[in-house]
């Protein structure tokens, strides 16, 4: 059977893949931030995984206003980089795995969650910047991607609460899989950051560490907190936090093992944050 | 009934719900229309022309040639799709979001070096500092 066995965590600011893209990331403002996966990046080339479940948000790029599905799943075998206005990222084209997808849509849909199928999607940096950062510059990510994005672009997005029952749904959804995988599930996106208006350039060290603490240790109390906490105290954009607890979710009732922590100010508008846990055996 | 909005009273900010949605639904396509090269390259060549092509309000229209992000959202915009017209003009994420706050572009990046700008006084429109 296939199973779960780390969680990855990581915001997915665009200027960490232009950073990376553009040769920039041994200077001093981008090595602070690259210096927090070094660890990620060991373990994940030690022991990879066989599949990457990876949840993220679609910034204006797949879809735009005239469809906004709240969680999509990407069922395809390759998914090509989009071009988001920069010209599309030199980063490899994502390989799917459709039949682990589409086992996963078959088992979740009947878990009460009404996904959107997607068989042809570009991924935005939304989806690259989090491989970028624990893979590095590579000719071929090393695993295939399943894409599953969660609309944080309009409000209202999903809750906290429905997040985190989704990821238990997609939990059990592997587990059902005959091969035997072994997934990783990573959540994106966050911390603190507005990108709008006269209150851009926030930063909540404080919520975003009080985050970090409760979706380690009371992911279920986290899931409590409501949409308004988020955009009043962690930033308009802040609240694209909920996609972690889809991938806290998908862990094990037991505690996790914390493998790596990490937190940084700034990335560009955006404080870094970077976790990662992994299953008790 | 009308909906709930609790985020109103959240200062300098404008929640992208179904309102701004259907408000700034032309506003924000047009932006989408700009992820593709030989757009990119026909809007700059006349803007006034290009946006002609569009249902938009005169208003929305003159906030775009302006380049006036702010007023862009508070005619329905949102920040991930005026984020094309910002890289049609080769601006990063960090410059246009410094462009709707007041403060110079240097003044920007480095109230962001130092922490960014702080939660206290920011929660609710009046909350003391």
């Known amino acids: 059977m296939a199973k779960i066995t780390a969680s990855v965590y990581t915001s997915h600011v665009p200027a960490i893949g232009a950073a990376l893209d553009l040769g920039k990331s041994q200077e001093p403002y981008w090595q602070k931030v690259f210096a927090g996966y070094e660890f990620g990046k060991r373990w994940l080339r030690e022991d990879p995984p066989d599949v990457i479940f990876l949840v993220y948000n679609d910034h204006a790029n797949a879809f735009s206003l005239e469809m906004i599905p709240t969680f999509a799943i990407g069922t395809a075998a390759a998914f090509p980089i989009a071009d988001e206005g920069w010209g599309p990222r030199p980063v490899p084209a994502v390989v799917g795995h459709p039949e682990l997808a589409a086992h996963i849509a078959q088992s979740v849909i009947q ?3 009404d996904l959107t199928i997607v068989n042809k999607m570009a991924v935005d940096h939304g989806l690259t910047v989090p491989l970028s950062l624990m893979c590095g510059q590579v000719d071929a990510w090393p695993c295939p991607v399943i894409p599953f994005a969660v609309n944080v672009v309009q409000y209202p997005v999903p809750s906290g609460r429905r997040c985190l029952a989704l990821g238990r749904a997609l939990r059990k959804a592997v587990g059902s899989y005959d091969e035997p995988l072994k997934v990783q599930v990573w959540g994106t996106g966050g911390m603190s950051h507005q990108l709008q208006g006269p209150r851009a350039g926030l930063i909540n060290r404080e919520f975003d560490n009080a985050f970090l603490d409760r979706l380690i240790a009371d992911p279920e109390g986290q899931a409590q907190v409501p949409h308004i906490d988020y955009v009043r105290e962690a930033g308009s954009e802040g609240i694209e936090l909920v996609m972690w607890l889809i991938a806290r979710g998908a862990m094990s009732d037991r505690p996790p093992k914390v493998l790596h922590r990490f937190y ?3 990335a560009s508008n955006t404080a870094v944050g970077h976790l990662i846990l992994e299953n008790p055996a | 009934m009308p909906l ?5 009273d959240v200062p300098g900010t404008t929640i992208f719900d179904a309102e701004q949605s259907r408000k700034g639904y032309h506003l924000n396509q047009f932006c989408m229309s700009l992820m593709k090269a030989e757009n990119r390259a026909r809007f700059k060549a006349g803007e ?4 002609d092509e569009w249902p938009m309000t005169e208003e929305q229209k003159q906030a775009v040639m302006a380049r006036d992000l702010n007023r862009c959202i508070a005619l329905g915009g949102n920040i991930y799709f005026l984020a094309k017209i910002g890289a049609t003009d080769g601006k990063s994420f960090q410059q246009m979001a410094g462009s709707m706050t ?4 240097e003044q920007y990046r480095d109230m962001m070096i130092s922490g960014g700008r702080s939660i206290v006084g920011n929660r609710y429109v009046g909350e003391q500092r």
């Open chain 2, 102 to 105: 007041g403060l110079s572009e």
């Open chain 2, 48 to 51: 006034r022309a290009y946006l």
């Open chain 1, 264 to 266: 940084h100010v700034p």
């Open chain 1, 111 to 113: 878990d009460d969650f």
């Open chain 2, 4 to 8: 709930e909005k609790p985020y109103l």
